[in-house]
């Protein structure tokens, strides 16, 4: 009888999914044989993290949580801070029945951009600018160890969007209009998750340990392609055109192991890509042989129909009936997870379905060994904002710069400045402003203005920085006409530019340049020589001001580490930089991409100016 007791109790306690010995599949089949649907519909949904509660994980054993742009314990929160909040909601899954960790996801797109202090690198479109994949590898591994050091193994990126016109106020998101450039930045993937072995299968999420994260391909497909740029819109292209602009990017990041891959809201020829099956299920998961898991955007499911949750019940089937795996968003959660449960248990949805779902899910949280290591320490805390992580934004501002215009004649270049001179004026605020440098996605979701919201360098500061002790900088944010005359400036630093923004409301069918850019561009380039920094998220109107400006610098949206622009301007490094976006002249133009019958640009995809640096 003992003995029989004793066989009994050691059967209880083993269980094959929790040891790390047992292959990875035979893993996922015991664990998905214990589970019920409730416990499987749980591992579908994904919920912000105001949602989440320790109780709320045990009770509806939620699979995944996340951080949307924005969201953070309290306004700056430390590494400590957040490891803390992300280990307590943990807990509640591990309180569990069956103890399965919940991912927790955030949106750290160039950096860890929701976190103070962290380090803000240049959004994609400066990156692809640099046309360097090693830097973005760095890149991605420098953000997976900021990410971790916060408790977080899982952020949503890249983005891998194509965009087609600048229009779209996602443009910063895209690496480039040419579909080889993003392709080669999937590099990043790899950063982000660490490389996957040589004999790896093609299609498996590969994560190498506690200093990588999740990384996810996004957003699935066709979203930098919709018509005028509008955002979550129709994008209008054959099949041809699907594949060879759009879908390339997608095939790199697959062999490359990414671990899910989030879908878009906009549709292809009318057909939301929530509720495309052939696309997600036939193409990606079948033809691509895609292992890991596909996740919904922010509520997107509730965008299926138009209006948006005008038949719900509707949504959920569509939407998981296409191939999602995970559902981003539940503000109301209880309704999602009664929804999910009646259509599985009235075979309106199959269970083979949910299977494929929670397998997928489990197969990324098992292959990143979160099962081993589901609590975060802060044994990476040093990595947020460390100097190193600056350096190599640094680096990457530098080789993002784009010359565009050195010199009203190319005999007589302005660039680089001469660092010893009597008197130099620095004007507009986009000059002594961190929030403008850094654009949206930083902090909060839509971006902020001043130099409150993080630790960093403005380009004022970075002038001030550079230039011989000597040299007296004067700062204006508007001067006019009689101000610049009176002052004799041996040259002016004109920073100009956007507002942040970000999805949506970044859409613009005029892509001016903010007042009083505009105004200030002529008050001081009529008088003295002039450098003009554009700093904004895409190509902007700038062929009016052309003829009054002496040098013209893409800076694009840099990041925390200003410093870089001034290290080019002033000669310590050569401007090496070319466009990955065409530059046009009029937004009538618009759309207008290199190759293009009517292609007729200011200034054309693959131009940049070069300088050599000047031995200081």
Not at 64 to 86: E, R, Y
Not at 287 to 299: A, T
Request: overall charge positive.
């Amino acid at each position: 009888m003992g003995f029989l007791l004793l066989c009994f109790c050691t059967e209880a306690v083993y269980m094959k999914y929790k040891d790390p010995k047992q292959p990875l599949n035979v893993r996922i089949r015991d664990l998905m044989n214990r589970m019920s649907l409730e416990e499987k519909i749980g591992q579908m949904t994904q919920i912000e993290k105001h949602v989440a509660s320790p109780q709320i994980m045990n009770k509806y054993f939620i699979g995944s949580v996340l951080s949307g742009g924005g969201s953070v314990p309290f306004p700056k929160a430390t590494a400590a801070d957040w490891v803390k909040m992300v280990n307590g909601i943990q807990k509640g899954s591990l309180s569990t029945r069956l103890g399965i960790p919940m991912i927790y996801g955030i949106d750290a797109v160039h950096g860890h951009n929701n976190v103070y202090k962290a380090t803000i690198f240049p959004h994609n479109v400066g990156l692809g600018v640099t046309r360097d994949p090693q830097l973005v590898k760095r890149i991605g591994a420098a953000t997976a160890l900021e990410v971790r050091a916060t408790g977080i193994p899982y952020t949503f990126a890249p983005c891998i969007a194509v965009c087609r016109d600048p229009r779209w106020g996602r443009c910063y998101e895209s690496y480039s209009e040419d579909h080889r450039i993003v392709q080669a930045m999937t590099e990043i993937i790899p950063g982000l998750q660490g490389d996957a072995p040589a004999n790896s299968r093609k299609g498996v999420p590969f994560v190498a340990g506690k200093t990588k994260v999740a990384a996810c391909a996004k957003h699935f497909v066709g979203d930098g392609g919709t018509t005028k740029g509008i955002d979550e819109n129709n994008t209008v292209i054959d099949v041809n055109g699907l594949l060879n602009i759009h879908m390339p990017a997608y095939i790199d990041s697959i062999l490359k192991g990414v671990s899910t891959i989030m879908v878009s809201y906009s549709s292809w020829n009318g057909k939301r890509m929530h509720a495309n099956r052939d696309l997600i299920t036939g193409f990606l998961k079948g033809k691509l042989k895609f292992r890991g898991f596909v996740i919904s955007d922010w509520e997107a499911i509730d965008k299926i129909t138009e209006p948006p949750r005008a038949n719900y019940s509707y949504s959920v089937q569509a939407g998981v009936l296409a191939g999602l795996d995970m559902i981003m968003g539940q503000e109301n959660l209880v309704e999602f997870l009664d929804d999910l449960a009646f259509q599985v248990r009235n075979n309106i949805i199959p269970m083979s379905r949910i299977d494929d779902a929670v397998k997928r899910i489990l197969r990324v949280k098992f292959v990143m060994g979160l099962f081993e290591n589901p609590l975060a320490d802060l044994s990476l805390a040093n990595q947020l904002g460390s100097q190193e992580h600056r350096e190599l934004a640094r680096e990457a501002v530098r080789k993002s710069l784009v010359l565009l215009k050195n010199g009203k004649v190319t005999s007589q270049p302005l660039l680089p400045l001469p660092k010893k001179v009597t008197k130099i004026l620095v004007a507009v605020i986009h000059a002594d402003n961190l929030g403008y440098q850094c654009g949206g996605w930083t902090i909060s979701w839509q971006g902020i203005g001043g130099n409150d919201l993080t630790t960093g360098t403005t380009i004022l500061n970075a002038v001030k920085n550079t230039v011989h002790p000597s040299t007296q900088v004067v700062y204006q944010d508007n001067p006019d006409v009689n101000f610049v005359k009176s002052n004799h400036f041996s040259y002016a630093i004109v920073v100009v530019g956007e507002t942040p923004y970000a999805e949506m409301f970044g859409d613009s069918a005029k892509l001016t340049i903010a007042e009083p850019g505009p105004s200030i561009i002529s008050n001081v380039c009529g008088v003295v020589k002039c450098v003009v920094v554009v700093v904004s998220g895409r190509p902007v109107v700038i062929e009016p001001y052309l003829a009054n400006i002496d040098a013209l610098v893409a800076a694009w949206l840099p990041g925390s580490e200003g410093q870089g622009v001034a290290d080019v301007l002033f000669g310590d490094y050569g401007f090496t930089g070319k466009l990955a976006r065409t530059w046009f002249k009029s937004v009538d133009q618009l759309p207008m991409n290199v190759g293009d019958p009517h292609y007729d640009p200011l200034f054309p995809f693959g131009f940049g100016l070069t300088t050599m640096p000047v031995k200081s």
